[in-house]
């Protein structure tokens, strides 16, 4: 009897390993630590079925907005074994420090998990520093671990099946500090922090999570203030280099005393600066508050090099050799773009925001999509294909190729007009985004700072969902106004031929094709 039980729980193992190495898992923001956004194993949906997409369910989820802050992006584990079921979860984390895990098939909830945040924040809430759960959760695929960051800076590790603890809970970063995606890269868990909420620095946090002790390390960007990391994704990890890298926002640069504003740096396991990259202009963008802290790069191949390809509100694009960012002076980048957005020097609405993304096509072409906010500029390069006026944003898509032994993105095509675009992914020759409708302005004709609820309560419009052809920005798809809600500082998940929105009020958005 006990030989029967061996063999048949050996067969339920295997079979579970199996299901698993054929899925299309997306367990953290951007689906895979290089913050790419590209799902590569996507196959369900492609570019003669996705017109066809449709709502196949919404859930809205037991969770208080605070200040804009609502619902994290959701990420995605499949084929796990439950009772009753092998299931696809999706997991979202809520601002009122909760995590729910959903049926990807059905859209019910499978568990709710609330957590009681310890102590209160000393400084009171706003838009920029709302107390709030605001790092997208991270899966680990191997151990079916769930990592999420409450907002009191406590780790929690959970099993995805059940929610409940697979380790006690641990600090990870200072209390009511605000945290951005997690990153796993094999056993290194990573974040970083910005705004300097509660009085926090802007930092990146690794913590090792096979040491007994989970021991932390972490890499302080602005010492005396500023220099925030506050790009959607966080940090992308190189697979080449091993290094986290991230893009830092306004204040001091000064790398002697330690002060990286308005930089990009390269940030090892244990907490060192291994490397950085400054503009020239860096005082200017500062000065005028056109944060490159808003963006979060992009890690990957092409050619030779392996890539960072980043931005920020200033409108110009970079593309830095992971392994020397800036060269000896780190100043020299690879290729820096001529203004591409942003004539006007606003510092709320437009640039480039939230995360870059990349994807290779069939015929071996590297391709760069950026979140563009506000119309082109002037004197940018035409995009060869284009549709109509863009006022308030666009996607923006390159190719990449090399000039004079450099790396250049040549403007391909850039989308139709967008209500402020999200960061996107990338399926079997799609690009998927969504054009939140949300109120980005910050102060009013006065000069005043906006509140949370004045922002909140007069939308742009609705958060709508679209389909471009990869290759030309062709529209494909768009879901219109099945979505009433706005979203804010978001992006995408995507697996199974299932796209995933999330909105302000607290509702999960499941677009496919049906169950077949």
């Known amino acids: 009897m006990h030989s029967s039980k061996t063999k ?42 996705v017109s066809k997409m449709k709502l196949e369910w919404s859930l809205k989820v037991d969770n208080t907005a605070l200040e804009l802050n609502a619902l994290t992006v959701p990420v995605i584990i499949e084929n796990v074994i439950t009772p009753g079921a092998f299931r696809d979860l999706v997991v979202v984390g809520g601002s009122s420090d909760n995590l729910s895990a959903i049926d990807a098939d059905t859209g ?144 001091p640069w000064n790398p002697v005393e330690g002060k990286y504003s308005n930089s990009f740096l390269a940030v090892s396991a244990d907490g060192k600066l291994a490397d950085y990259y400054t503009p020239t202009d860096y005082a200017w963008i500062s000065k005028k508050d056109l944060d490159m802290g808003n963006i979060s790069p992009v890690v990957f191949p092409f050619d030779k090099w392996e890539l960072v390809a980043g931005g920020g509100k200033q409108g110009v694009l970079y593309l830095l050799d992971a392994k020397s960012l800036g060269g000896v002076d780190h100043r020299t980048p690879l290729y820096r773009s001529p203004l591409l957005l942003n004539d006007g020097v606003d510092f709320a609405g437009h640039g480039f925001w939230g995360a870059l993304s990349s994807w290779k096509d069939e015929m071996g072409t590297t391709w760069l999509y950026a979140p563009a906010w506000g119309p082109v500029a002037t004197e940018a390069p035409k995009f060869p294909v284009s549709y109509g006026t863009v006022t308030a944003g666009s996607i923006m898509a390159f190719k990449l190729s090399v000039k004079d032994g450099k790396p250049v993105p040549e403007a391909a095509w850039i989308s139709r007009n967008l209500s402020y675009p999200e960061p996107v992914v990338i399926a079997n020759g799609i690009v998927f985004a969504v054009s939140n409708g949300e109120n980005v302005k910050q102060v009013d004709s006065a000069g005043d700072i906006l509140s949370s609820a004045q922002r909140a309560n007069a ?58």
Not at 166 to 187: C, G, Q
Not at 198 to 204: A, F, I, Q
Request: charged share 15%; with cysteine; hydrophobic share 40%.
């Open 459 to 516: 939308p742009t419009g609705n958060a709508t969902l679209y389909a471009f052809d990869a290759e030309t920005g062709k529209e494909l798809f768009s879901s219109g106004k099945t979505i009433p809600g706005f979203t804010h500082f978001s992006g995408l998940a995507i697996s199974s031929g299932r796209v995933y929105v999330v909105t302000h009020d607290s509702i999960v958005y499941a677009f496919g094709l049906g169950r077949k």
């Open 8 to 49: 048949y729980f050996a067969i339920i193992i295997f079979l579970a390993c199996a299901l698993t190495s054929q899925a299309a898992d997306w367990p953290t923001f951007a689906g895979n630590p290089q913050r790419t956004g590209w799902a590569k194993d996507e196959t369900a949906v492609n570019k003669d079925n």
């Open 108 to 251: 019910k909830l499978v568990w709710h998990k609330q957590f009681q945040a310890e102590g209160k924040s000393k400084q009171q809430a706003n838009w920029l520093c709302p107390n709030a759960l605001n790092a997208a959760p991270v899966i680990d695929l191997a151990s079916h671990t769930v990592y999420t960051v409450t907002s009191d800076g406590i780790l929690h590790s959970l099993n995805v099946v059940n929610g409940e603890d697979r380790k006690p809970p641990i600090r990870f970063v200072p209390s009511y500090a605000k945290t951005w995606s997690l990153n796993l890269y094999k056993d290194v868990l990573f974040t970083a922090t910005s705004q300097g909420c509660n009085g926090v620095r802007s930092l990146v946090y690794a913590m090792k999570l096979n040491d007994p002790n989970r021991a932390i390390s972490s890499f302080n960007a602005g010492p005396t203030g500023g220099a925030g990391i506050w790009g959607r994704a966080g940090v992308a990890i190189s697979d080449v280099t091993a290094l986290a890298y991230a893009e830092a926002g306004d204040g």
